[in-house]
């Protein structure tokens, strides 16, 4: 009976341990989304850094693409790196700090506050794309 207790014990010692109780792989299982936005954030960083070497003013698609909306030359860029940088910030605001779980009093100033960022990066659009001719400077 002795020997029954005894393999009966050495069953029981891994469950006494935390194994069978929903510990193991838990830690990965929480960082897991978070390694994953780090390693898109990072290949994001390294897309950006890849296309500030590429004109996209050379080329007519983007050109005509970005003329109906009055952006030319340089603009283009600029464009393509504010909107590359939008969508990380969305990233890091989603997950990094967690906005993903707030409620609708947090949710609303946000979005006026992208409401307003997205209407003066509208107007410096609009002023860089058709400049008031009486105001020369020699920077210009």
Not at 1 to 16: D, F, L, R, V, Y
Not at 95 to 122: A, C, I
Request: contains cysteine.
């Amino acid at each position: 009976m002795s020997e029954q207790t005894a393999t009966a014990e050495h069953k029981h010692e891994p469950e006494a341990h935390g194994a069978g109780h929903g510990h193991e792989g838990s830690v990965f299982a929480h960082a897991r989304p978070y390694l994953i936005v780090g390693v898109i954030l990072f290949g994001a960083t390294a897309l950006t850094v890849g296309l500030s070497y590429f004109d996209f003013a050379e080329y007519s698609i983007f050109r005509r693409m970005f003329a109906v909306i009055g952006v030319h030359d340089v603009g283009i860029n600029i464009l393509v790196g504010l909107m590359l940088a939008t969508c990380k910030v969305c990233l890091v605001g989603w997950w990094f700090m967690h906005l993903k779980q707030e409620k609708r009093t947090v949710w609303r100033p946000l979005f006026f506050t992208f409401f307003f960022v997205s209407g003066l990066f509208l107007l410096f659009l609009l002023a860089f794309s058709d400049p008031i001719p009486t105001t020369s400077h020699p920077i210009h």
